[in-house]
């Protein structure tokens, strides 16, 4: 079975632009989150999907979106991109959205932001 | 929300060297993952493991959930364990969103 797939892998933008990722989940997962990794501030939860229905969201401003498909197919976009947007943006899939649910994640997409 | 801590830090070994890596939780959890991340940032997952002991070649884990903690065991490490090593938490109520530690980077050196 074909695991969580993300692209692009690589994304190199400017300051201003917007971007959008996409992450498609593991066969017959519905759940889809999303997380960005820094340095500086580690892995955090940006938002989780289920059902094309925003179920949880983390501590981020409104500049980051998402949205789910009815195939369970999920993108996140980044409107007016700042220098510290600059991270690997994972995603991670499950059958539920249930907390007991095991996660497995995508290879990311490197954002590097000029 | 739940707090998740590892401890140690940093690790660095001699090959063939075993290791216990350590995950504290504030609060009850019904998810505990760990995860390794590789060279080119991929999480890939070692254990679902909320509970009980469980091993897998030269890995195991337990989760003691009555107190709190995680404990990843490595035995007989090998260089290509060297990375970077994150424990990650969920409660009934935070539906799919894991709370990470702030990760073990482990070097093992031939």
């Known amino acids: 079975k074909a695991g969580v797939t993300q692209t692009p892998r690589y994304l190199i933008k400017t300051r201003g632009q917007q971007v959008t990722l996409s992450c498609s989940p593991i066969?017959?997962?519905?759940?889809v989150s999303w997380y960005q990794q820094t340095p500086g501030q580690g892995l955090q939860f940006l938002f989780e999907?289920?059902?094309?229905?925003?179920?949880n969201k983390g501590n981020f401003p409104g500049r980051f979106s998402g949205r789910q498909f009815s195939n369970s197919r999920s993108e996140m976009n980044v409107s007016t991109l700042e220098l510290g947007d600059s991270a690997l943006y994972l995603c991670?899939?499950?059958?539920?959205?249930?907390?007991?649910?095991?996660?497995?994640f995508g290879p990311g997409t490197r954002l590097t932001v000029l | 929300g739940i707090q998740v801590e590892q401890s140690p830090p940093d690790l660095i070994l001699q090959e063939g060297a075993n290791s216990t890596l350590r995950c504290n939780f504030s609060?009850?959890?019904?998810?505990l993952q760990w995860f390794h991340q590789n060279p080119w940032g991929q999480l890939i997952n070692l254990f679902y493991?909320?509970?009980g002991t469980k091993q897998n070649g030269r890995l195991s884990a337990t989760t003691v959930a009555t107190e709190r903690y995680s404990l990843l065991y490595i035995s007989s490490s090998q260089t290509t364990d060297s990375g970077v090593y994150f424990c990650?938490?969920?409660?009934?109520?935070?539906?799919?969103?894991?709370?990470f530690g702030e990760g073990t980077q482990l070097t093992v050196n031939p």
């Open positions: 991670a899939s499950s059958r539920a959205p249930q907390s007991y649910n095991e996660q497995f």
């Open positions: 066969s017959g997962h519905r759940s």
């Open positions: 999907y289920f059902s094309e229905t925003q179920r």
């Open positions: 609060d009850s959890v019904n998810n």
């Open positions: 493991i909320p509970s």
């Open positions: 990650a938490a969920a409660q009934e109520t935070s539906g799919s969103r894991l709370t």
